[in-house]
Nanobody, 119 residues
Framework: QVQLVESGGGLVQPGGSLRLSCAAS????SSWAMRWYRQAPGKERE????????????KYADSVKGRFTISRDNAKNTVYLQMNSLKPEDTAVYYC????????????WGKGTLVTVSS
């Protein structure tokens, strides 16, 4: 049974930091690209950051470049999102995604963790 379980969300002040974690099980984690998406109230889900399976290449949305860092630990079947210099517009539910096989490919999703940036 495939599971993606996010943790680490919460309330943080503007300028603060959070680290999200996503623990994966039920599939060969190291063979899958891993991504973080987010969905703010009233908006569509958007891709925040991704890391490939083999080379570990990373990509980021323009809105988070220089502030967020995605990383993966294949030994722990876990992907992380380090978020620094948080802004109120980063407030959203953050979802972990596992992707395999190009487009459309196969996707697994976590249930999400809420990040609220507010003073």
């Amino acid at each position: 049974q495939v599971q993606l379980v996010e943790s680490g969300g919460g309330l943080v002040q503007p300028g603060g930091s959070l680290r999200l974690s996503c623990a994966a099980s039920g599939f060969t984690f190291s063979s899958w690209a891993m991504r973080w998406y987010r969905q703010a109230p009233g908006k569509e889900r958007e891709l925040v950051a991704g890391v490939t399976s083999v080379a570990g290449s990373r990509k980021y949305a323009d809105s988070v470049k220089g502030r967020f860092t995605i990383s993966r630990d294949n030994a722990k079947n876990t992907v992380y999102l380090q978020m620094n210099s948080l802004k109120p517009e980063d407030t959203a539910v953050y979802y972990c995604n596992a992707h395999f096989g190009g487009s459309p490919g196969t996707d697994y999703w976590g249930k999400g963790t809420l990040v609220t940036v507010s003073s």
